[in-house]
């Protein structure tokens, strides 16, 4: 068996004819950055998601850095947000001069928790930032409520989490800005970087594709300070491709996930997955909680399975962003940064590797 975290070789060649092709035809347009394809997928995005604005950028990260921009949060400014997600989140705001406010996360779901929000708003707190982690949503009818009340700018980051619905509204449709990327293994993944910022807002939308090109609307007339930030248009043709079959390999994931739960529930020293009664979960990662987890992990590796920890360290542990938040603040976080470990997930892994992966992982309980 040769069983991948990710295996972007096998999903390659189900659809290998349709992508060799329009690599070649924007060889052969040699218009490489923006431009027609780029446009098109866009477009695409707009139409699935339900939101009038996609702007596609060079990768996820800068999306981040591109939402916070538009909404002009700087420094001193404070932005709610999680302490256990991918390191991107946190970076973005604290490169703009920002303070990220972490707000615990809930033992069940692992995104943050919406009743410990508002006691961390003060007179500075301009926006709240949620991920929904492993593609799984965040409770955002809760949170857009406190923003409501409270006048905050919501930005979400929806990089593990393309095409999931919370409570039958696709998420990127909630928040101010939605932040997505296009990373290779993520969900819906390109053969390189890439990302987007969408928003609902006509003014927004302008400002955010100002940003990610110079500043500028007019070439070498630079309104305001900008970067340089857009998705290729190689990236963009494989993306369009790969949109048309994005709700197909969500529910792989799915179905992947009911079978690993299915077979891992009855071990009790494992927590499988929640999911939400109101809305799905898209499996970007199957994140299990495991006792004796970094000997479980070297048992699997023995048998040739791969795993992955996502997260070891909170981000308010991390050294480059110390200060913030001390150690022991955010005991959730602290407590399940050292359980979790994520099992092989993508659309193409067969029955008998699941079935392989739970029984190795029996074993070593036994
Ligand atoms: C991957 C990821 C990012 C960053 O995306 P890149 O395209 O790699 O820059 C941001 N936030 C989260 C939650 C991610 O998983």
Redesign the pocket.
Known sequence: MNIQMVDLKRQYLEIKNEINMVISEVLESTQFILGKKVAEFEESVCKYLGVKHSIGVA??????RIALMALNIGKDDEVITTPF?????TEMIVSLGARPVYVDIEPESYNINPSLIKEKITSRTKAILP???YGNPAKMDEIITIARDYNLYVIE?A??AFGVAYKDKKVCTFGDIA?I???PS?NLGCYG???MVVTNSDELAEKIRMIANHGSKVRYIHEILGMNSRLDAIQAAILNVKIKYIDDWNNKRFENAKLYTELLKAIPEVKTPHVNSDSKHIF?QYTIRVKNRDELQKHLQNKGIPTAIHYPIPLHLQPAFRGYSDEGTLPVSEQVAKEVLSLPMHPNLKTEEIEFIAQSIKEFYE
């Open positions: 990768n996820g990260t800068d999306a981040l997600t991918f390191v991107a989140t991920v929904h982690l980051d990089a593990q932040c990327s296009f990373f993520k970087d890439g990302g970007h």
